[in-house]
């Protein structure tokens, strides 16, 4: 009795541990999001390269999550149409990927962490600041003041963009 009691608890436990009751309301992405979980649990390693590849495979998602931020930061002028955000975006964005990818091939040659740290630190608001600057014509105080409200829409929208990239790698 005993012994089918033990049993018992073991399985229970076993049971518990890889189950993760997760309650969506929809059984088969439960199963699906539970299933992918236990993967997550088993292989982290292989669970980050996924997530690796999946972040430049959506990285397009990043315009559209950043155009309604730019919006505000110019809804009152007339001249200035979604269109032209979503260009700003683009050149910004290409210019930050292009700007990492030397970073790293300068980490990878032994430049020193103290160069393209502060180089990291300071080269992308300068960016920011000059782009914003020239692009939309403002003056030193608007360019600053935009750069540091923009500085927080790009936490946000990092932010999205990586739920965004968890809730596709849980469930697909």
Same mark, same amino acid.
């Given at each position: 009795l005993e012994?089918?009691?033990a049993?018992?608890?073991?399985?229970?436990n076993? *049971?518990? @541990?890889?189950n !993760?009751d997760?309650?969506v309301?929809?059984?088969?992405l439960?199963?699906?999001?539970? /299933?992918?979980v236990?993967q997550l *649990?088993d292989?982290?390693s292989?669970?980050?390269?996924?997530l690796k590849?999946?972040?430049y495979k959506y990285?397009?998602?990043?315009?559209p999550?950043?155009?309604?931020? +730019?919006?505000l930061l110019f809804f009152?002028?007339?001249? $200035?149409?979604l269109y032209d955000?979503?260009?700003f $975006?683009?050149? @910004?964005?290409s210019? +930050?990927?292009?700007?990492?990818?030397?970073? !790293?091939?300068?980490?990878?040659f032994?430049?020193?962490?103290?160069?393209w740290?502060t180089?990291?630190g300071?080269?992308?608001p =300068?960016?920011?600041y000059?782009?914003?600057? /020239?692009?939309y014509?403002?003056s030193?105080?608007?360019?600053?003041?935009?750069?540091f409200?923009?500085?927080i829409?790009i936490?946000?929208?990092? !932010?999205?963009?990586f739920?965004? =990239? =968890? +809730? $596709?790698?849980l469930?697909?």
């Amino acid at each position: 009795l005993e012994e089918a009691k033990a049993k018992a608890q073991a399985d229970a436990n076993k *049971k518990s @541990s890889s189950n !993760t009751d997760i309650n969506v309301g929809w059984p088969a992405l439960g199963q699906r999001l539970e /299933h992918n979980v236990k993967q997550l *649990k088993d292989n982290p390693s292989l669970a980050f390269y996924k997530l690796k590849i999946a972040s430049y495979k959506y990285s397009w998602a990043l315009i559209p999550l950043s155009v309604p931020f +730019m919006w505000l930061l110019f809804f009152w002028r007339r001249d $200035i149409h979604l269109y032209d955000h979503a260009i700003f $975006i683009t050149y @910004s964005i290409s210019f +930050m990927m292009m700007f990492l990818i030397a970073l !790293t091939l300068a980490a990878a040659f032994g430049v020193s962490g103290a160069i393209w740290g502060t180089a990291l630190g300071i080269v992308p608001p =300068l960016h920011l600041y000059k782009q914003l600057r /020239h692009a939309y014509k403002l003056s030193r105080f608007g360019a600053w003041l935009r750069l540091f409200i923009l500085s927080i829409a790009i936490s946000i929208v990092l !932010t999205l963009f990586f739920v965004l =990239l =968890l +809730m $596709i790698g849980l469930v697909g």
